[in-house]
C-alpha cells in the first residue's frame, strides 16, 4: 500500500477545492488554515505524518485539544468540519478505504440567547434630533431596525420604491430572496420622510453610500454602534440588537408568536422560539400580579 504523507494530501485536496469545486478564496484559505493546523497537531502531538497512521483517537485528541486551548465549540466544529471533508476527499479519491472518522461527533455549542435592550434604553439610543444628512440618515436607520425588526441585509437591500407610506408597510427581501411585507411605525414613517426630503433624488436606493450604491452591512454597523454606545454598556452592541428588542418587545406586549415569526420572516417557528425564553420574567412578573393567588 502507497503511504501519503498528509501535508501533501492537504496540498492536492485545496487545489481540489479551487480547480473542480470552485469554492470561493475565503472558503480555501479558512480549510487551508483549519488542516495545516490538524496536520501539525499529528506532527507535533502525535509523531505522525502519513494519513495511513490516523485513528479516531488522533481526531477526538485534537478536537479535545482545541477546547483546551481557548477555541469555541463553534470554531471546534468548523474545524472540525474541515477535517470530515478532507477524509470524504480521500475515500472518494481511494486514498483510504474507510473514512476513520465518520463516527466523530462535534462539540455542540452552547445556545446562546440573543441580547436585546429595555424601551427605555431603545428610547435613550433613539433619542437624538437628526439635523444634516447624516444624521437624518442614521435617526432613519435606527428607527426602522427597531420599528420593523429588519436584518442589516434588507435594511440595505430596500429600494424607494419598496415603501408605501399611505399604507406604513414595506415590501423586504430576505433570506432565499423570500418577500415579506412588514409594517412601520410612526416615528420611523417621520424619520424617513425626513431623511428622504433631505437625499439627492434619483437614487434607486433608500439608504446610499459612495456613487449612489447601498450602503454597505459593515456602515450599518459602524452608524449602530456609534448610537448604541450611550446607553453605557457597549458588549454585545451590533444591529441585530434592535431586530431581538423588536421580537422581545412584541412577545412582553402579548404578541402572537406566530405573528412575530411572520414579521422576522423566519421560516421555522422554533427559530423564533428563543424570544419566549427571553420573556419568561415577565410572564411570572404577570402571573403573580394578576392570579389572585399568585403571591
Known amino acids: 500500500m502507497i503511504e501519503w504523507l498528509v501535508k501533501e494530501l492537504i496540498e492536492e485536496f485545496l487545489a481540489y477545492l479551487k480547480k473542480e469545486k470552485f469554492s470561493s478564496p475565503h472558503t480555501v484559505r479558512s480549510y487551508k488554515v483549519d488542516l495545516f493546523q490538524f496536520q501539525e497537531f499529528l506532527k507535533e502531538r502525535k509523531g505522525k505524518g502519513k494519513v495511513q497512521e490516523i485513528e479516531v ?19 471546534t466544529q468548523r474545524k472540525l468540519a474541515a ?70 441585509s434588507e435594511l440595505v437591500g430596500l429600494k424607494k420604491d419598496d415603501i408605501d407610506f399611505e399604507s406604513n408597510l414595506i415590501r423586504v427581501r430576505g433570506k432565499g430572496g423570500k418577500e415579506r411585507i412588514v409594517p412601520f411605525g410612526g416615528y420611523a414613517r417621520e424619520a424617513l420622510l425626513k ?55 412584541l412577545l412582553e406586549r402579548g404578541c402572537d408568536l406566530r405573528a412575530v415569526q411572520e414579521l422576522l420572516g423566519h421560516s421555522s417557528l422554533a427559530t423564533t422560539q428563543v424570544y419566549t425564553h427571553l420573556t419568561v420574567g415577565k410572564l411570572k412578573e404577570v402571573y403573580r400580579r394578576a392570579h389572585p393567588r399568585g403571591e
Open 57 to 75: 483517537s488522533d481526531v477526538r485528541d485534537f478536537v479535545g485539544y482545541l477546547l483546551r486551548y481557548g477555541y469555541s465549540e463553534k470554531s
Open 83 to 152: 477535517v470530515k471533508s478532507f477524509f470524504r476527499y480521500l475515500k472518494k479519491e481511494k486514498v483510504v478505504e474507510k473514512n476513520p472518522i465518520a463516527t466523530v461527533r462535534s462539540p455542540q455549542p452552547e445556545k446562546r440567547l440573543p441580547k436585546f435592550l429595555t424601551i427605555r434604553q431603545v428610547e435613550k439610543a433613539l433619542s437624538f434630533e437628526g439635523k444634516d444628512l447624516f444624521s437624518l440618515r442614521d435617526k432613519a436607520i435606527l428607527e426602522l431596525l427597531y420599528s420593523s425588526g429588519l436584518r442589516v
Open 195 to 249: 431623511y428622504l426630503a433631505a437625499k439627492k433624488e434619483g437614487e434607486e436606493w433608500v439608504f446610499s453610500g459612495k456613487k449612489g450604491k447601498p450602503i454597505s452591512p459593515r456602515s450599518i454597523q459602524r452608524i449602530v454602534n456609534r448610537h448604541l454606545i450611550k446607553i453605557g454598556d457597549a458588549s454585545g452592541i451590533n444591529p441585530h440588537i434592535l431586530r431581538h428588542s423588536f421580537a422581545t418587545h
